[in-house]
Every structure is written in C-alpha cells, then in structure tokens.
C-alpha cells in the first residue's frame, strides 16, 4: 500500500505541477465564467429591440396601388418593429430599397397576393412573415365584410386561446435534454483524452527504459493503479473546476439571465450522483485498458493503432448515448445500461430521461464496479509482462495467452 500511495503521489505531482495541465484548467473556467457573465452587462430589461418610432424601426415600402388595404393603420399595427410608408407605384418602392432608404419593400398585386422586394437577402429575415399575415388578416376581414358578417366577432373567436396545464408523471425528457448531453460530453472528453495520457505516459517510460526499474522495484498492481487513480483524480478535479466555475457564475447571475438557462444548469442531485458514480468508475474502466495498451506498444506513434478497437467500443456507446437521448426507454438503451463498457452513458441517460427502477440503478453499478476490479487486475499483469517486451507492437490477445500460459 506504502508503494501504491508513492506512485499516486508522484502522479498527481506531474499532473498538478504540469503548467500547461494548471494553465489550461484556469484559462477554460476562467472563459466558461466570462461566457455566463459578460452577456449580463449588456442585457438591459424586456424592453424589444424595436421601438415604434421611425427612427429605430425597420423601415419598409409599400405600394397599394389597388386600395387592397382597407385600414392601414390597423394594418401597421399588425406588423411590430416596422415603420411602414405608403408609396404611389411600384417604382418608388424599388427606388427606396436601392437607395436604403427603406430595408425592404411590398407590392401588393391582389387582395392575397404582393411582391417582396429586397436588396439583399439575409439569413433571418422575418420581415416578409409578419407582413404575410396582416396581408391575410386583411383579405379575411374584407371577405366578412362583404358576406356582411362581423369581423371582429370572427376574430374574436378565432382568437381565443385554448388553455391547458400540462401533468407530467416522469420525467420531461425535453426540458433534461441539454444537461445530459454536456454531461455525456463531458465524459466522452474525459476518457479520451484522460485515457490517452495514461497510455502515452506509460509508453514513454517503456520507449526510455524507466519502467524497467520501476516494474523491478514496485509491485506492478501499485503502478498501474496508481497511474489510472491519479489521471481520474485530476480529471475530476478539472472537470470539477471548469463545471462549477459555470454552476457558480450562472448561480450569481440566474436573475439577470431570467433563469433562462436554467434547462442547462439545474441539475437534480439524483443525476449528479449518477454522473460521478457511473462517471468514475466508466472512466476507470477504460483507463484501465487504455493502460494496457501503452504497456503493449514500444513507441508512442503506435498508440493510436493499437488503442483503435478501444476507441470504436467506446465511439459506439457515446453514438448509443447521443441515440438514446432521443429515445430514453427504447431496448437498446436498457440493454446497453447493464455493459460495463456502455452503462456509463446509458445508466446516465436513463436516471436523467427515462424510467429506471432502483434494482436495475444498483445491479448496473454492481456488475461496473466488479468489470473495473477484473479490468484493473488483468491490466496490473499485462502491464509487468507488456513493459518488459520491446519490438512491434503485442496484440492483448496474445499478451492474455501468454499470462495464461504462465
């Protein structure tokens, strides 16, 4: 244990004494903060971007040759945000467009018919909707009038709104949606580039001859688990300073936001405790092989091939994870919830979207926890048989055979 405790000491050493590891921790929760943060100082109440004065209005053209509109006031009141002047032809329309004097134009050519006329065309243009339907109410309103109905009985009626509550008995999968999928990615970031740096770790000190003394001088279960232990430690402890830097700040900020983000920051603690159980001991699971696979390679640059079938186990399940966030209940998530190399994600999906009872929340845990264990002790053999073989890279197939046959 003495050994074990050294190893993990020295660990965390290299990466909390890492500037770069410090410096970018600091400089993403510092970004993350500034992100919630700096947009308050700008927001300055409820009041619309557009006012009704021609000076801050969006000023359109319009040309009614044919006396279609039959209030224009009305008409004009209908159409928020925009300042709207009545022209004599088509002509003057387009002339007030090129010239910018207005942002845009109409040419009305029937009672449901016009011309939308633009110098250019933008991304977000929202300007042709709300012309449409005062256009549409309008040509309703002269239709009634016609018929020698009320108009505004009509529109009374088609007015009302239908009110209803809405009963919710589970969960709202809509509202929980963009919290899971940061926690997921979080994680997804966690093992990659976590696991990355412990196979990378272990490979340098093979490639540099280290770990000959190392496996000779420390039981190889304390170096292995000393290196995954330490890279989850300071994985958690990043992770935990970028989240709660962003918890923090919108926490400070919530009113100013108008708790508008509060789908992506509240949380329950249901799912928080899902997420650092699951989390964890996913994370340790394929650090645990990722591991393995720096001790079976003799050069970094075959990190990548030789970790490539890891990657797909796991690309599948974050795939699995981004699926089952749209269909929490459905039988692949559940399947998939009780693989150790998959529940992870899925457990995390289905405590913060779906339906889960809590025998299946435990037996998940129970059959992850026992995979880490196994993992972690066929990963301490592997890695004091696989560092002490240099050449071309060892297929872990090849490595289990050779232990068994010992």
């Known amino acids: 244990m003495k050994q074990f405790w050294t190893v993990l000491k020295f660990e965390l050493g290299n990466y909390f004494k890492n500037r770069g590891f ?69 002509e003057a329309v387009e002339e007030a467009v090129e010239s910018e004097e207005a942002e845009g134009g109409f040419l009305i050519t029937g009672a449901s018919s016009y011309t939308y006329v633009l110098q250019n065309r933008t991304m977000f243009e929202d300007k042709q909707a709300l012309f449409e339907q005062a256009l549409s109410w309008n040509y309703r309103n002269a239709a009634l009038q016609e018929q020698g109905i ?17 009963m919710i008995l589970g969960k709202d999968s809509a509202q929980n949606y963009w919290y899971t999928y940061v926690l997921i990615f979080l994680l997804y970031f966690m093992i990659i580039f976590y696991g990355q740096m412990i196979a990378v770790s272990v490979t340098t000190e093979k490639s540099n001859r280290a770990i000959e003394i190392l496996v000779t001088s420390v039981n190889s279960n304390s170096l292995i688990f000393g290196k995954v232990l330490a890279g989850a430690i300071s994985g958690v402890v990043q992770a935990g300073i970028i989240l709660g830097s962003a918890l923090f700040s919108y926490q400070a900020c919530a009113d100013a936001w108008g708790h508008g983000l509060d789908f992506l920051f509240r949380i329950p603690t249901a799912v928080w405790i899902t997420f650092l159980f699951f989390g964890v001991m996913g994370y340790l699971l394929y650090a645990f092989v990722f591991g393995m696979v720096g001790a079976l390679v003799s050069k970094t640059e075959d990190i990548s091939k030789s970790s490539g079938t ?9 795939f699995i994870a981004i699926y089952g966030m749209m269909m929490p209940d459905s039988m692949l998530v559940r399947v998939t919830s009780f693989i150790p190399f998959t529940s992870s994600n899925s457990m995390l999906i289905r405590v913060a979207m779906g339906a889960v009872a809590p025998w299946e929340i435990v037996a998940s845990a129970v059959l992850l926890g026992i995979s880490c264990i196994l993992v972690g002790m066929l990963a301490a053999k592997i890695f004091r048989f696989g560092t002490l073989m240099y050449g071309n890279p060892i297929k872990l197939s090849t490595a289990i055979k050779k232990i068994r046959e010992k």
Do not use: H, W
Not at 33 to 43: E, K
Not at 150 to 166: F, K, L
Not at 310 to 317: G, K, L, V
């Open 22 to 90: 410090v410096t970018a921790t600091v400089l993403i929760a510092v970004i993350v903060a500034a992100v919630i943060i700096v947009p308050t100082m700008f927001m300055g109440g409820t009041e619309t971007a557009k006012t009704e004065e021609t000076g801050e209005a969006a000023v359109l053209a319009v040309a009614d040759e044919n006396g279609i509109i039959t209030d224009r006031e009305q008409f004009a009141a209908l159409m928020p945000g925009c300042s709207l002047e009545f022209m004599d032809s088509a």
């Open 150 to 166: 009320d108009s505004t009985v009509v529109e009374s009626i088609y007015a009302e709104p239908m009110q209803s509550e809405m």
């Open 310 to 318: 890891i990657m797909i186990i796991y690309m599948a399940s974050f």
